[in-house]
């Protein structure tokens, strides 16, 4: 079983600790599929007040990330896994939109994982320059730090990792696992507040319930993501219910 493994840096490890500790993502390093270290930038400060950051050359509001604590901290991540192959991640708005396809490929990564969290208004150009691999960004909106953009890249990546959500079929049903978004899920009771569940999946007839979620995958594409349809595997029975639906008015 492949071990997915991160070495996160950060100014904050506390804002990471808590969701790291929790549920599917706990189990998965007490099964040892996950790997999770969280390194301190600050202990690679040098000085007595532990400066990480200083204003920017050139002036402007905000403060800049030093070089050398990151340097220090990731040639220390490196040096404590001699002979692991790395891969640097630097979590910013420049970098490519984190998606599913960036999940899976990371899920599957056998090289180390270091995540580098920015915080302030940016870390110097020359960390970027010689030590980050790539850059991921989980959206266009900039955050008060690279904290959650990490824990949005950890708990994307390690759910589908095999074993670590309870049956591994859940992972390629839902949303994005085959390019649509997910159909709609009821459980107990059957009616609420007047709503019943949809007879056919009383019915019992696994075939016409999975004809009935695709059906329901494809609407709440075509209503809410029809750029999705563009890139999802559609067969011409898929083709025929879109069709329908853009007929059907009750779209
Ligand atoms: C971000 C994002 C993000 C920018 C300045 C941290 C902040 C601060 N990271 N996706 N969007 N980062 O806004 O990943 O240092």
Redesign the pocket.
């Given at each position: 079983m492949n071990k997915l493994s991160f070495d996160v840096l950060t100014l904050f490890p506390g804002i990471l600790e808590g969701p790291l500790n929790e549920s599917i993502l706990k189990r998965a390093r007490e099964k040892g599929l996950l790997g999770l270290r969280l390194w301190n930038i600050r202990d690679f400060t040098e000085d007595k007040h532990q400066k990480a950051d200083d204003s920017p050359y050139g002036g402007e509001a905000g403060m800049v990330m030093k070089p050398e604590p990151i340097f220090r901290a990731i040639e220390q991540v490196k040096a404590a896994a001699p002979g692991e192959r790395f891969l640097t991640v630097l979590?910013?708005?420049q970098?490519k939109v984190f998606d599913h396809a960036g999940a899976e490929r990371l899920s599957r990564e056998t090289r180390r994982i270091i995540l580098l969290c920015?915080?302030?208004?940016?870390i110097d150009e020359r960390v970027r320059q010689m030590l980050v691999d790539e850059e991921?960004?989980?959206?266009d909106?900039?955050?008060?730090?690279?904290e959650l953009?990490a824990l949005v890249v950890i708990d994307a990546a390690a759910r589908l990792v095999p074993g670590v959500l309870g049956d591994d079929e859940s992972a390629y049903r839902d949303s994005f696992g085959d390019g649509l978004l997910d159909h709609p899920h009821y459980t107990r009771p059957a009616e609420f507040r007047g709503r019943k569940v949809p007879e056919v999946l009383l019915s019992g007839n696994h075939d016409a319930i999975w004809k009935w979620r695709r059906r329901e995958s494809l609407r709440a594409t075509l209503l809410k993501r029809p750029d999705l349809l563009e890139t999802a595997g559609l067969t011409e029975d898929d083709r025929k219910v879109l069709e329908e639906l853009k007929r059907d008015s009750k779209l």
């Open positions: 979590l910013s708005p970098g920015g915080h302030y208004e940016a991921l960004s989980i959206g909106y900039v955050l008060t730090g690279g953009a």
